[in-house]
């Protein structure tokens, strides 16, 4: 059986856009209709001519149609608030790819107030030549860190080897899931069973922390480790704000 020509420009980099709730990382709740929280994201997909989706709850018509582009779509969604914005988004993306009737050769989400693409992955041969990848970000510290640990509260409570997984990998560099992408068929697989994870695990998380970096990097970890690649090329140095930097696809913050 052979498989299925690889084509960049079937390719589409998604984000998610959730306003009128509060915001636990950023400690505050986004405005409804503040194009400029998305603009650079949007913008960089533009100018690389990609094709980039955005979904929301709260931009104005007018706001959709002023910067609709031949490149950039925008997608109306409705919040489950069962669910954090930040997990949300996984199944937001999984139902728009499951209703796909173009098959697609490759896809990435990321986040979309801090996240710029600097270069096209799609056209890379390091991306082309590894189908088998979970692409994401990471950043310049080890999984056993503080925040992570209060992040994952709720996750160790309900996961029974969860504590075992934080123990092993515990100084392996941090994955964000921030960025996150790859082959379609690889990238599938894992978002489903990412937003199994969510489901069976995260959908009574009444903590003041979301579960989705625990989540992603339990996943990652536990089931994707040799398939793992991150870092350069495909992200620059977390919150470390390299503008100048031109060897990485997305630069995150």
């Known amino acids: 059986m052979s498989l299925p020509v690889y084509k960049p420009s079937d390719s589409l980099i998604m984000a998610c856009h959730i306003t009128g709730v509060f915001d636990v990382n950023r400690n505050v709740t986004l405005a409804h209709d503040d194009y400029s929280l998305i603009q650079s994201w949007a913008e960089s997909i533009a100018a690389a001519k ?96 503080e925040w992570m640990r209060d992040h994952a509260t709720h996750l160790r409570e309900q996961i029974a080897d969860y504590a075992a997984y934080e123990n092993r990998f515990g100084q392996d560099r941090l994955l964000n899931c921030g960025i996150i992408g790859g082959h379609f068929s690889s990238f599938y697989g894992f978002l489903e069973k990412l937003c199994e994870l969510h489901e069976r695990y995260n959908a009574n998380n009444k903590t003041a922390y979301t579960g989705d970096m625990g989540a992603f990097n339990y996943l990652a970890r536990t089931q994707y480790a040799d398939q793992l690649i991150s870092g350069s090329p495909v992200n620059t140095v977390f919150k470390l704000y390299e503008t100048e930097r031109t060897d990485c696809w997305f630069r995150h913050k």
């Open 50 to 145: 990609i094709k980039g989706v955005l979904f929301h709850n709260n931009l104005s018509q007018e706001t959709c149609e002023t910067y609709t582009n031949e490149f950039i779509s925008f997608v109306g969604i409705h919040h489950n608030p069962a669910f954090n914005p930040n997990v949300f988004r996984y199944f937001v993306y999984l139902d728009y790819l499951k209703n796909q009737h173009t098959p697609l050769s490759a896809v990435f989400v990321t986040d979309v107030s801090d996240v710029v693409l600097i270069s096209n992955p799609f056209e890379d041969v390091r991306f082309i030549n590894q189908p088998d990848a979970i692409f994401c970000g990471d950043e310049a510290k080890v999984l056993d860190n």
